[in-house]
């Protein structure tokens, strides 16, 4: 609008507050042009970090899988050790069962000893947790814990049973670490008569 224009109209007020009206008009616009100007560059650094972000989470579960192949490793690791001194135990308990079962009565503090070591050892596994298991003559043979070592007598078409044991086997964590080693055999016919 003209100078002119406003004086005809007789209000310079009117001038007045038109040209504040546009000055402010020019102002929010550029204040609208800072703000979107603002948003772009969030919208930008956002887009930054999230890729930031992503990239962190991929490091962090590549990082994740590396201690799960480690924690694994080194669990394995633990366990084929305590498995084999596990079982070099049972070789030495083994020793040490045949060797006090055919001490004679006058080995005195000599025989003691040896029960002694035995028994602790024993101990020793059992608080590790190792449970010895063993068979009774005439219990039904389970291949899952039992070993034959050899095959008695006995005609029946039945299931096969304990004769003896040989040697007694161990179990750690639900599993079989050595089976017990035991003579089979089948009842005979007057045996299976008889139950």
Not at 11 to 32: G, I, N, P
Request: hydrophobic residues 45%.
């Amino acid at each position: 609008m003209s100078v002119e224009a406003s004086t005809v109209l007789g209000s310079e007020e009117v001038v007045a507050a038109l040209r504040q009206q546009a000055a402010l008009r020019a102002e929010f616009a550029a204040a609208t042009e800072r703000l979107a100007e603002a948003l772009r560059e969030a919208g930008r650094l956002c887009g930054e970090a999230e890729a930031k972000l992503v990239s962190a989470g991929g490091r962090l579960e590549g990082t994740s899988q590396e201690l799960r192949v480690l924690r694994d490793a080194l669990a394995s690791e633990v366990a084929l050790r305590d498995s084999l001194v596990v079982r070099g135990c049972l070789g030495v308990l083994d020793d040490l069962r045949r060797a006090s079962a055919t001490l004679p009565a006058e080995a005195g503090d000599w025989g003691a000893g040896v029960r002694l070591v035995y028994d602790n050892l024993e101990a020793l596994l059992a608080a590790a947790g190792v449970e010895t298991l063993r068979a009774a003559p005439g219990d039904l043979f389970n291949p899952s814990i039992h070993r034959a070592v050899s095959s008695e007598g006995g005609s029946s078409t039945g299931p096969p049973v304990i004769g003896a044991e040989v040697q007694p086997g161990y179990r750690a964590g639900g599993k079989i670490i050595r089976p017990v080693e035991v003579r089979v055999g089948r009842p005979s016919a007057t045996d299976a008569g008889r139950e």
